[in-house]
């Protein structure tokens, strides 16, 4: 079955740190891959998606996230991290063709110390 | 240009009352989809509403329900609800357009409790 997992449930770094979110997927194909982050009170932003091509994508405010199909993943990273970071972070994919239907870990929870 | 609008922000129910949620897609959208997202969970997929019908459907029963208007605006109804019905209920509005992926954009959700 499609699924994805995020192992970290809780990750602290310092500002201007170096992060990285871990995810993997589990999926017949190549699937459409997708980071979204949600601030308190706040739907959901996305940040970046891969679908085909250049593995490593680029995204909004920073981050970037790299698509390895040998394992699976596809690792949320960003430099520095800004104390403006702190949210919670969801990796995705879309199943179900033109229904686009979004599959979601369990999210992420990044704090950010001063 | 609004983006995705819900209403209420928050909703208080109790058990075995009936809720109804509310979603406006985003200017030029047609597809609305509804997500639950309990607490320290990712969302999860309710279903998807195209052309006002129910296009495709999660793993949830009978009990959820939707509606979709000419006007391209949502409604997501849960009755007999449940304790375990506490949640934030997202709305996504996209474009419908062919097989390939056309982005999501989400509303800031509907926190309902069930007392």
């Known amino acids: 079955a499609q699924s994805v997992t995020q192992p970290d449930i809780h990750i602290t770094v310092s500002e201007g740190a170096s992060l990285e979110l871990r995810c993997n997927y589990s999926y017949g194909a190549t699937p459409y891959l997708f980071w979204y982050v949600q601030s308190p009170g706040q739907g959901l932003q996305l940040l970046l998606k891969y679908f085909s091509g250049d593995t490593l994508v680029q995204g909004i405010k920073g981050f970037e996230a790299e698509f390895k199909r040998s394992q699976s993943s596809f690792n949320l990273r960003k430099p520095s991290v800004h104390w403006s970071d702190a949210a919670e972070y969801f990796c995705?994919?879309?199943?179900?063709?033109?229904?686009?239907?979004?599959?979601f870990g369990t999210g992420t929870l990044l704090a950010v110390q001063p | 240009d609004a983006g995705v609008t819900q209403s209420p922000t928050h909703l208080i129910k109790t058990r075995g009352q009936q809720v109804t949620l509310r979603c406006s897609p985003k200017?030029?959208?047609?597809?609305v989809s509804w997500y639950q997202q309990a607490l320290g969970q990712g969302p999860q997929f309710i279903f998807q509403y195209y052309e006002e019908e129910e296009r495709q459907r999660g793993n949830f029963p009978d009990r959820f329900s939707g509606h979709q208007f000419p006007n391209y605006s949502s409604e997501l109804n849960v009755n007999a609800l449940l304790l375990g019905d506490s949640a934030l209920y997202l709305c996504?509005?996209?474009?419908?357009?062919?097989?390939?992926?056309?982005?999501?954009?989400f509303g800031p959700g509907t926190r309902l409790t069930v007392l």
């Open positions: 996504a509005s996209s474009l419908a357009g062919g097989s390939s992926f056309n982005e999501q954009f």
């Open positions: 200017s030029g959208h047609d597809t």
């Open positions: 995705a994919l879309v199943y179900g063709g033109a229904t686009n239907k979004l599959i």
